[in-house]
């Protein structure tokens, strides 16, 4: 079946399946933009590759072999299957039913996330999303083998295109109450307090020991959590101190009663990162994803 296969011209798939349908050279020749005389060229090609007449004269024009009717449906299948996967390079996002996986951390899924959601209730009513924990270790390797589309996080990794979506500053999270209200601390209150670090890779540090380090500076972590949440929400009902990006600390304060504090200290502000891989890089579904994030802006 191969060997026959690599015999026959695929490109004169189209033009079987159109003759079959209209049995009619003119018309054939009309739908496919072709002069009668380059059909009937082609008609004789495909009665030679096929040892058949294919299409003969009858008492109302022309009528089909029993080799063309065998042909018939199978072909309609098989060009219908054909259109389909071609078409699978396309993106409805009206129609779509794709499933899309996001690595993220709370931090987008807070402030971002449901804006997103919005987004697709009205422009992608029926694609669904699948959203994964993303680490700095394993981004990479989650975008290559398909475990995730696309990564967004503060951690930037390396051979992945990636886009910025905005800058964030830091800022601290305490107990409401349970300082007096101001609006910083001391550089030595703040060093010696205990703190509560989000890791998503389990770790005691991040970026903010990284810079405090830079200034010969350490403060005491007591306690490390892989989720921003789960930090304030632990501060809130302790004296611990929770480092965190600016826009969510002060969403934090919507729903917890903590308050907002400036640093006493330079800690570099970072931008948050859509990364993906090579292989989506001009995937239609993913570019749309990628733009539709990038059209959120900042929260």
């Known amino acids: 079946m191969l060997t026959q296969l690599r015999k026959f011209d695929l490109n004169l798939l189209v033009t079987l399946d ?14 496919l933009f072709l002069s009668q005389s380059a059909m009937s060229h082609s008609l004789g090609r495909l009665r030679d590759m096929l040892g058949d007449p294919l299409l003969v004269r009858g008492p109302g024009g022309l009528a089909l072999t029993p080799l063309a009717e065998a042909l018939r449906e199978p ?18 996002p009206a129609r779509s039913t794709h499933v899309f996986a996001l690595g993220t951390t709370d931090y987008f ?19 669904r999303l699948l959203l994964r924990n993303v680490t700095k270790e394993h981004v990479g390797d989650d975008l290559a083998t398909g475990q995730i589309d696309l990564g967004i996080s503060f951690a930037r990794k390396a051979a992945l295109h990636a886009r910025p979506l905005f800058t964030e500053t830091y800022s601290c999270v305490v107990r409401a109450g349970g300082r007096k209200r101001r609006k910083t601390f001391g550089l030595d ?8 670090v989000v890791s998503p890779s389990g770790t ?10 830079k200034q010969r500076l350490a403060r005491n972590v007591a306690l490390s959590t892989p989720r921003y949440l ?44 859509m990364q993906w891989a090579a292989r989506t890089d001009r995937d239609p579904a993913c570019a749309w994803l990628r733009q539709r994030i990038v059209q959120l802006g900042e929260p």
């Open 204 to 213: 005691f540090t991040s970026v903010v020991d990284a810079s405090l380090a």
């Open 18 to 31: 159109t003759l079959l349908r209209e049995r009619s050279v003119t018309r054939a020749a009309s739908d």
């Open 230 to 273: 789960a930090a304030a929400e632990i501060v809130a009902r302790s004296d611990l101190v929770l480092t965190v990006q600016t826009r969510l600390a002060r969403r934090f304060v919507d729903y917890l009663p903590v308050q907002v504090l400036e640093l006493p200290v330079a800690i570099a502000a970072v931008p948050l990162l």
């Open 189 to 196: 209150e703040y060093l010696a307090a205990k703190h509560v």
């Open 75 to 92: 072909l309609q299948q098989a060009m219908a299957s054909i259109e389909k996967v071609l078409g699978a390079a396309e993106f409805d």
């Open 109 to 127: 899924d807070t402030l971002l996330l449901p804006r997103l959601i919005e987004r697709f209730r009205t422009e992608a009513p029926h694609v």
